[in-house]
């Protein structure tokens, strides 16, 4: 029996070789979701800070009923399995978050477990997660971001010690974003579970970052912001000749 789509995108994040990580690049939009799948790419991951830019607003200002509109649009340009960043969740109980993300179409969802810079209790967080888990019944494959690198927590360790409560709680994956390179192997010798790396744009190869212990690479708003930057360069010459 063919598996689904979600039970398909769950298994790509287990069983892979060390030089070949779950590569998903970040649509912005129906046409960068149509580009990357066209391209051969087999899913697909949003970047809320890149969805949020390409409808003029900041990261974290993007109202959640227009993100998960843009979302649907997303889902409904391509046939690969996308996940969605839902940033912390909009303040929506687990049940109405799940049930926005499935309606959208999404069959993953990225929830960071930081607020406007600052690390939430990662005890409640975990217990948040779980019921968020089972609201989803199987039906998402939940990307835990682990936000200690980007408020300034340095130490892989406090990382490790999240991402653990949150696979526990029943996350799928976790994500210790802007984790330095140097620091993934150690991510990985802790963690035992998927590993979501953020690449920067441009960056190391994939496989680089496999062999570094990367499970999964995402590339947050990179991309979006390379394809605005060569948009800014075309209106230059278009302007200045």
Known sequence: ??????????????????EDPLVLPGPWDAGSARAFRDAGFAALATPSAG????????????????????????T?????PVSADLEGGYG????????????????????????????????????WLAEVVTAADGALVLNARVDTFITGDSDPASAVARARLYLTAGADCVYP???????IPVLRAGIEGPLNVASPSPGPAPAELGRLGATRITFGPGLQR???AAVRDIAAQLLHG
């Open 92 to 127: 929506l109980p687990p049940k109405e978050l799940v049930e926005r993300a499935l309606e959208a179409g999404a069959v993953g969802c990225n929830l960071e477990d930081s607020e406007r810079g600052v690390l939430k209790d990662p005890r409640r967080h975990a217990d």
């Open 76 to 80: 409904r340009a391509v046939d690969v």
């Open 1 to 18: 029996m063919p598996l689904s789509a979600v039970d398909a995108f769950r298994a790509a994040h287990h069983d892979r070789a060390p």
């Open 226 to 228: 390379r394809a605005m």
């Open 177 to 183: 974003i802007v984790a330095p390179q140097e620091a």
């Open 51 to 74: 969805v949020s830019a390409s409808l003029g607003y900041e990261d974290g200002e993007l109202p959640h009923k227009e993100m998960f509109a843009a979302v649907a649009r997303i």
